[in-house]
């Protein structure tokens, strides 16, 4: 691939990652906002004011089979769709994979990262371990790949798969976990069964997860731009600190 296509293209996957990533994340947050307002002010209805408009917004737990309902997942998908094209453009065919290590198993290992990964926090979180404990697992996870894939791979890059893994998680969450239980709310209602509550807790409780793991992942996005956090003798542990430093943060947030 000539230098100029691999530029342009460089340019066009970010464009799109970037504006998708802000529209999922809005969203998410929106969310947040707006369910917290239920519990905080008035429990049936939240009033705004936007753009010279005032809106009324209702909250239930059973949909009208006669409206239609406004799904916001795309966003997701090419978050990230974008952000794979942009780790394979940048780092697997851009040459920052690896520096004197072994391209095949770096490409291996950071593809294994990616995609099993998903599946070891799934089945961790579907496990009946209590919440502290998996947090722990969870972190403690993160933080041994921080340590181990610049045993594999450039430490830039190593960045780079942790954040594209926790990226994977958040889309996984909305694809696989999310969406599936809203569409079995809406078809209880179309076929004039109670919707299962159950569903619905554990779509929130994914989409709780993503409101906390957003926040690391946009730190790692842009690690990139700043040699002083792959680039450090303790990179891991800059990664490591940071993550928890987004997880308060996003804790702070999710309680206003």
């Known amino acids: 691939m000539s230098p100029d296509v691999q530029q342009w293209l460089n340019l066009a996957f970010r464009w799109v990652h970037v504006f998708a990533g ?3 994340v809005g969203a998410t947050y929106y969310f947040t906002w707006l369910d917290r307002r239920f519990h905080t002010t008035d429990p049936d209805q939240v009033w705004m004011v936007h753009s010279g408009g005032f809106y009324v917004v209702n909250k ?6 006669d409206h239609t309902l406004h799904w916001f997942k795309w966003e997701a998908a090419i978050t990230w769709i974008s952000g794979l094209l942009l780790l394979i453009l940048v780092y697997y065919l851009g040459g920052l994979l690896v520096s004197e290590q072994n391209f095949k198993v770096a490409a291996v ?38 340590w181990w894939l610049p ?10 798969h942790v954040g594209a893994l926790m990226g994977t998680i958040m889309a996984a969450n909305v694809w696989e976990r999310i969406i599936p239980a809203q569409k079995k709310m809406v ?6 069964r109670e919707p299962d509550q159950r569903l619905a807790d554990r779509a929130k409780f994914r989409s ?25 003798d303790h990179a891991w542990i800059i990664l490591a600190v940071l993550v928890l430093v987004g997880w308060g943060t996003a804790h702070v947030i999710r309680k206003h």
């Open 22 to 24: 802000i529209m999922w």
């Open 109 to 146: 290992t950071g593809i294994a990262v990616i995609f099993l990964g998903w599946k070891v926090y799934d089945l961790l979180w579907l496990s009946p371990l209590p919440e502290p404990l998996l947090v722990v697992i969870s972190y403690a996870g993160i933080v041994g790949l921080a």
């Open 151 to 160: 045993h594999v791979m450039s430490t830039r890059a190593a960045y780079m």
């Open 60 to 65: 239930t737990s059973k949909p009208s089979p």
């Open 187 to 192: 078809a209880a209602v179309r076929e004039g």
């Open 208 to 232: 709780k997860h993503n409101t906390y793991i957003v926040w690391p992942v946009v730190f790692l996005m842009i690690s990139n731009h700043y040699y002083g956090t792959y680039g450090s």
